[in-house]
């Protein structure tokens, strides 16, 4: 059953994911609006939203769902001959509109994009109220490179990235699993399967096991203070993986 949601009540709370549709996989819910609010109660919830702009609002939840650990990043050998290359460095929050602005920047093999003018406009808000985050590579003051994800206790659900030059979105995905490792973070929820991240120590869980490890991540929150770091050289990251 999809459950439809109204647009008036932001505290309205989802629907337990296991109502979600088996086909398509994890369709739980259509409609409702992008308040903050609303968006904090679904992540919380194990809950999504992903919809082009000929579509009304739609609510994920799938069935496995894809998480990577921090503690099983892989940084391969390739990776780290890159990274000590120099040249580059990592900020967090410096320019989250940027990033967010380059992740809906249609893909080569795409007509359009998912992040429509007013999915930017809610996370933009949502980075404003200290929820949502930017990691960002940049080579002197250009942006090459980034991601960005909401925060919620030790969760972080990982939204967007995009490269522009070779290996960028692998060295961001990195150093996010640095700071979550270094500040108490459990998991990084990559919502599906891709094949990038599972090069990159991302797996599989079934949802139940998922909302069960969330449960726990939102009792330990972290610092917000945890999130406002000096940039840091790309070589000096490379020398923390070996």
């Known amino acids: 059953m999809i459950y439809r949601l109204d647009n008036t009540t932001p505290q309205q709370r989802f ?3 296991a109502q979600a549709e088996e086909e398509p996989n994890g369709l739980l819910a259509v409609g409702g609006d992008l308040h903050p609010q609303r968006l904090l109660n679904a992540y919380a919830t194990g809950v999504f939203p992903w919809y082009s702009d000929d579509q009304p609002i739609l609510w994920w939840s799938p ?10 990043i892989h940084v391969s050998r390739s990776l780290r001959k890159q990274m000590r290359r120099g040249g580059l460095q990592l900020r967090v929050d410096s320019d989250f509109e ?9 893909r080569r093999d795409e007509a359009g994009t998912w992040l429509v003018p007013e999915m930017q406009q809610a996370y933009l808000s949502l980075q404003r109220l200290g929820h949502a985050h930017s990691i960002e590579l940049w080579q002197g003051e250009t942006l ?12 972080f659900f990982g939204e967007s990235m995009f ?13 996010l699993c640095a700071r979550m490792a270094t500040v108490g ?16 120590g991302a797996r599989e869980i079934p949802r139940s096991r998922f909302l ?15 999130w406002l770091v000096e940039p840091l050289d790309v070589e000096h990251l490379a020398e923390r993986h070996g």
């Open 98 to 106: 940027q990033v967010i602005r380059a992740c809906a920047e249609p």
């Open 185 to 200: 973070g459990r998991l990084i929820d990559c919502q599906v399967f891709n094949p990038h991240l599972a090069r990159m």
């Open 15 to 17: 629907p337990d994911p």
């Open 163 to 175: 490269s522009r030059i070779p290996s960028a979105s692998r060295m961001t995905m990195t150093y």
């Open 144 to 155: 090459v490179g980034g991601l960005y994800g909401v925060a919620l206790g030790a969760a």
């Open 63 to 72: 069935d496995p769902r894809t998480v990577l650990y921090p503690e099983d």
């Open 212 to 226: 069960a490890e969330l449960a726990t991540a939102l009792r330990e929150p972290i610092d917000p203070n945890a």
